[in-house]
């Protein structure tokens, strides 16, 4: 986030609405917390109206960006193969590219990746009290009161929490991390150590050769 916020277009934005999908890695009250805090923001300066999109109510715009990706992938994907992150991530900037060169409407931004690293994760958040969080689908501050929506970008809201009180709680600190790396590494030893076995069987008298030319430098 503090990546994406460093951009020049939201930098010289006052209030920034943000979409994203109902997954609990975005909607959860630390996330909202650190977005709409009175007491400690992440970000001060600006102000946010933070919509989820309706679960299990078809497909919405972060599906259609997965999608699009999906295909690309699918249909564009190198006979070698792709065999870690910067390979992937590599692929894919220069594959919007294109698409951005050809696509008709000159207007539209091509999408940005963002490239960050996490050592460890905090074990405990802010998060305000609020009751009945999942109910909603929308969030914001309107006269220093935490008010919602149970519909996305709807007018129709009420006071969640008058005073936004803040509480620290433990949070789960478990990391996914990637094994491509270390995956491809073990399947290349792996293959060299086969193919090293495959030419010894194959030509036997250049394995004795060069056992006697090891015992040679022993002695």
Request: aromatic share 10%; charged share 25%; glycine share 4%.
């Amino acid at each position: 986030m503090a990546n994406i916020m460093k951009q020049k277009e939201l930098q010289e934005s006052k209030k920034i609405y943000w979409w994203s999908d109902g997954g609990k890695s975005f909607r959860n009250k630390e996330l909202l917390t650190s977005l709409v805090s009175k007491s400690n923001p992440l970000f001060p300066g600006h102000t946010f109206v933070v919509n989820y999109f309706v679960p299990s109510h078809g497909k919405n715009d972060c599906d259609s960006v997965f999608g699009m990706y999906s295909s690309i992938l699918k249909n564009n994907l190198p006979e070698e193969g792709i065999e870690s992150f910067q390979e992937l991530l590599n692929f894919f900037k220069r594959e919007t590219q294109i698409m951005q060169r050809n696509s008709k409407s000159k207007s539209t931004a091509p999408h940005q990746f963002f490239e960050f690293s996490c050592d460890q994760l905090e074990n405990t958040a802010q998060k305000l009290q609020i009751k009945g969080f999942m109910g909603y689908l929308q969030f914001q501050v309107v006269d220093g009161q935490l008010v919602g929506s149970q519909l996305s970008d709807s007018t129709d809201q009420v006071i969640l929490s008058s005073e936004m009180k803040e509480k620290e709680e433990a949070i789960s600190n478990n990391m996914k991390t990637s094994t491509v790396n270390d995956s491809n590494l073990t399947n290349y030893f792996q293959e060299l150590e086969d193919q090293i076995k495959h030419l010894a069987s194959i030509n036997p008298d250049q394995q004795e050769e060069d056992a006697d030319q090891s015992s040679d430098e022993e002695e």
